[in-house]
């Protein structure tokens, strides 16, 4: 598993970050797993962006990758549309469990309607997901983490990396789940640096969530931002961060990263030097613990929620360079501990 100075959790709402309500780019519904309705299966449908985003998508891979090594089921993939309604959602979640997969995990709060619909109808299935409160039930399962605490860290760490005394927040789309994320990082920033300048931007407004899978955007929006001084740019924006990070890599700043360790991403080896750190939810033992309640006739339901006193949420270490950093790990660490102390409350909202 990844590398992380892991800061985080109680239970688990990417990166994630991530996110999404329309589904763009990727393939078609489609089964990885057997067919045999014999052998347990496990099932995860993707949120924009789809698997391979380096990222939300990623994280929640790793987990059903974990449950198929360790548990020793069969995992099944459903991948978003382009252009897809909300009809589609609740097709592809019905496939899934009329097929006998068990749990099936809907991977961003986009699902929440589907699965609102489509859970009743099948009592003795476990619902998943991830970043999402508003649907609830028996067999639901709300998997939730406060990103706002790991983003703070990241805040801190942005202010004691920065030279010219300002950053940027890039959001995929402006929604609160990500509001989460922003507010976080400008309080870490200002609590370290009073002085320092937060530059925000969303990539795009819903019902547009282009914003979480375009990576051209997430590039356009970071050299904006470059160009207006900052030189530590974090993003919360799924697929179309990628963007960013190759932005600021490539102007020699630092990218803080989202979701997943994005140091360790291959898609991103060309730019891991300068991306200082990643603020992680570990969607994929969420992911894991859910596959492995139900296997073990022990369903998890209600809201489970991973935060920093439990390593649900946290800052990766795996940038050499980070660690060389001691005035800002120490800085992190005392953060840290006084967010789990309650010393500081971490805001939800801008």
Request: proline share 4%.
């Amino acid at each position: 598993m990844r590398r992380i100075t892991r800061i985080a959790t109680v239970g688990i709402a990417s990166a994630a970050l991530a996110l999404s309500a329309t589904a763009c780019g990727g393939k078609q519904s489609g089964d990885t797993g057997s067919s045999d309705s014999k052998e347990a299966t496990a099932a995860i449908a993707y949120d924009i962006g789809g698997r391979g985003d380096q990222s939300f998508n990623d994280a929640a891979y790793a987990g059903l990758q974990m449950a198929e090594k360790d548990l020793k089921i069969k995992g099944k993939e459903a991948e978003p549309t382009e252009g897809e309604s909300e009809a589609d959602k609740v097709q592809r979640l019905t496939e899934l469990a009329r097929n006998g997969s068990n749990p099936v995990i809907g991977v961003g709060f986009a699902y929440a309607p589907a699965i609102k619909k489509v859970a009743p109808k099948f009592p003795k299935t476990t619902f998943g997901i991830i970043d999402d409160t508003s649907v609830t039930g028996a067999n639901v399962a709300n998997m939730v983490f406060n990103e706002e605490q790991g983003s703070y860290l990241a805040g801190v760490a942005a202010a004691k990396a920065s030279k010219t005394g300002t950053v940027g927040f890039i959001g995929g789309v402006e929604v609160p789940l990500i509001k989460k994320f922003e507010a976080g990082f400008t309080q870490g920033v200002k609590d370290t640096n009073p002085n320092a300048k937060v530059l925000s931007k969303y990539l795009t407004q819903p019902p547009n969530f282009d914003g979480f899978a375009k990576p051209d955007l997430g590039k356009a929006a970071a050299e904006g931002q470059l160009a207006n001084g900052a030189d530590v740019i974090y993003s919360a924006a799924g697929l179309a961060g990628s963007g960013a990070i190759e932005a600021a890599a490539t102007k020699g700043a630092w990218a803080i990263g989202v979701d997943s360790d994005q140091y360790n991403q291959a898609g991103l080896a060309k730019f891991k030097d300068k991306i200082l750190t990643s603020v992680t939810k570990d969607v994929s033992d969420s992911v894991f613990n859910l596959i492995k309640s139900v296997k073990d006739g022990k369903p998890q339901t209600g809201e489970v929620r991973y935060g920093l006193d439990k390593d649900g949420v946290g800052l990766a270490d795996s940038n050499p360079e980070y660690k060389k950093m001691t005035e800002l790990t120490a800085a992190v660490e005392k953060a840290k501990k006084d967010i789990i102390a309650g010393t500081i409350t971490v805001k939800t909202a801008p």
